[in-house]
């Protein structure tokens, strides 16, 4: 199975600042799709921003966006102007075709 | 609206017992999967089906059976075989192929008591 792994466990900014979240995955497609989920205290998983492998450009979302290099094989997410809704677990995700396999995450803090 | 309804919210198991948890959806939606998640560990997958009446194992899927006997609902039974169940268990639901990502719903929290 492909593998997602996010280096960072928690991770903290402060309100207003601009903070990146690392991922990196394990492939030999070149065809795929990435996501960067948000997990809130609620526990609701959200789909915050998403990329396909074989688009060049960035995706960018409001104040999300990723970095996204194929051939390192890394999926950055980077958030501006962060605000204390942000704080939540952060989840890479990468879509095997057959189910999405997710990475364990980094607790963002945000404080004031 | 649209969407997935996981039920119940809280679910306790007593040693030995077998436990259901209900996963409906009303997005039209061909493929479903359940996640584990324990904290630390991510999520996990324990079993998917893209279509009715089939449905694959996932990475962790011992101590678990589903069934997919309409298109609209998956639920998944948590047997006695499975030692460790208590962990917060997520539905999810998705066009074929899933390149738009999932539909989450809420999640239930399942505790051994």
């Known amino acids: 199975a492909q593998t997602v792994t996010q280096s960072q466990p928690e991770m903290s900014v402060q309100e207003a600042e601009t903070v990146t979240l690392s991922c990196t995955y394990d492939t030999s497609e070149s065809d795929y799709y990435l996501f960067w989920y948000k997990q809130p205290p609620s526990r609701q998983m959200i789909l915050v921003i998403r990329q396909e492998a074989y688009k060049q450009q960035n995706a960018t979302e409001n104040r999300f966006s990723v970095n996204f290099q194929k051939a390192a094989k890394s999926f950055s997410l980077k958030i501006s102007d962060s605000q204390l809704g942000d704080a939540a677990m952060y989840f890479c995700?990468?879509?095997?075709?057959?189910?999405?396999?997710f990475g364990k995450g980094t607790s963002l803090l945000v404080t004031p | 609206d649209g969407g997935i309804t996981q039920s119940p919210k809280y679910l306790f198991r007593k040693e030995g017992q077998n436990v259901t948890l209900s996963c409906e959806q009303n997005?039209?939606?061909?493929?479903m999967y359940w996640y584990r998640q324990d904290p630390g560990q991510g999520l996990r997958l324990i079993y998917y089906s893209q279509i009715v009446n089939d449905f694959q194992k996932g990475d962790i899927a011992e101590g678990y059976s589903v069934s997919r006997e309409k298109k609209e609902s998956f639920p998944l039974t948590v047997t006695s075989a499975q030692k460790n169940p208590t962990a917060f268990y997520l539905c999810a639901s998705t066009m074929e192929g899933g390149t738009y990502g999932y539909t989450f719903g809420s999640g239930t929290r399942l505790t051994v008591v």
């Open positions: 995700a990468y879509n095997s075709g057959y189910a999405l396999n």
């Open positions: 997005l039209n939606h061909d493929a």
